[in-house]
C-alpha cells in the first residue's frame, strides 16, 4: 500500500528533511502551502497520516487537530520544539496520537510512522462487534454503543476497550495495553497511557460505562461489572 504523509509544518528546512527521508522510504509526500486552510489542504489530499507542528501562522496545530477530529480520526503525530508536559497532553486530548519534541531522530519518527500506519490501517479484532452487559463496541467503526446512545472513539481508545471487553472482571497490565496501543513501551511518552485513559472516562461517563473502568495503580486496568 502506498502510504501518503501530510507535513503541517511552517520551517521549510525541516519540511525538506521530513519529505528526503519519508521519499526513501517509499512514501508519498505533501505540506501545507496555505496556513489559513490547513484542514482543505487534507481534505484535498486525504493522506493517510499528518505530522503537525504546534506553532503556525494563523492558527497553531491545536487549533487544527481539534478541527480535523470533527470530522476524521486520521492518524496524526506532533512534531514540536516545545517539550512541556502540558503541551503534550494538551495535544493528546485535541486528539493527537503521538507527540516527538525537536529536534527529533528521523529514524525513531519513521519508526513511529510506520508502527501508528501497521496499527490504524492493518488492525484486525478477533471480532468486528464485541460486547459487555449493554454496551457494544464496533471496532471497525470506532464506536461504542448503549441503547440509543453512541460514543466516537479514536482507534487507541477502541483497542482500550477491545482489550477490555474481551476480558471483564480481569486485570489487564499495563504492559500488555502499551505493547497492543503502542507496540513497544520504549517508545512511548510518559503519561500517554494515563492521558488516553482519562479521555475515555470522559467520553463514556453520560452512558454510564466510565465507572466500569477500574484502575489499579502502577499495575493496570480492570473492566468490572
Known amino acids: 500500500m502506498n502510504f501518503k504523509i501530510f507535513i ?28 489559513n486552510h490547513v484542514k482543505n489542504e487534507i481534505n484535498d489530499y486525504s ?13 497553531n496545530g491545536f487549533f487544527w487537530t481539534q478541527k480535523i477530529r470533527q470530522t476524521s480520526q486520521i492518524p496524526i503525530i506532533f512534531l ?3 517539550a512541556e508536559d502540558s503541551d ?19 529514524e ?15 488492525f484486525t479484532a478477533d471480532r ?3 460486547s459487555f452487559q449493554r454496551f457494544t463496541l464496533n471496532v471497525v467503526a ?27 472482571n480481569k486485570l489487564v497490565n499495563k504492559e500488555e495495553i502499551m505493547a497492543s496501543l503502542w507496540d513497544n513501551e520504549t517508545f512511548i511518552d510518559r503519561n500517554t497511557l494515563a492521558v ?9 461517563t453520560e452512558i454510564g460505562l466510565a465507572p466500569h473502568l477500574i484502575t489499579v495503580k502502577g499495575r493496570g486496568i480492570k473492566l468490572n461489572d
Open 196 to 204: 488516553t485513559l482519562t479521555r475515555l472516562r470522559k467520553k463514556t
Open 8 to 35: 503541517v509544518e511552517d520551517n521549510k528546512e525541516i519540511v525538506s528533511l521530513l519529505k528526503k527521508a519519508l521519499f526513501s522510504w517509499g512514501f508519498s509526500v505533501e505540506s501545507c502551502s496555505d496556513f
Open 142 to 168: 470506532d464506536e461504542l454503543i448503549s441503547d440509543d446512545q453512541l460514543v466516537v472513539l479514536s482507534k487507541n481508545e477502541t483497542k482500550l476497550l477491545h482489550l477490555l471487553f474481551l476480558q471483564p
Open 80 to 82: 514540536s520544539s516545545r
Open 108 to 122: 525513531l519518527l519513521i519508526v513511529k510512522i510506520n508502527a501508528l500506519l501497521r496499527r490504524e490501517y492493518s
Open 88 to 106: 503534550m497532553i494538551m495535544a493528546m486530548n485535541f486528539g493527537a496520537d503521538d507527540y516527538i519534541t525537536k529536534p527529533f531522530n528521523i
Open 47 to 59: 493522506p493517510h497520516l499528518v505530522l503537525m507542528d504546534i506553532n503556525l501562522p494563523y492558527y
Open 128 to 130: 468486528n462487534i464485541i
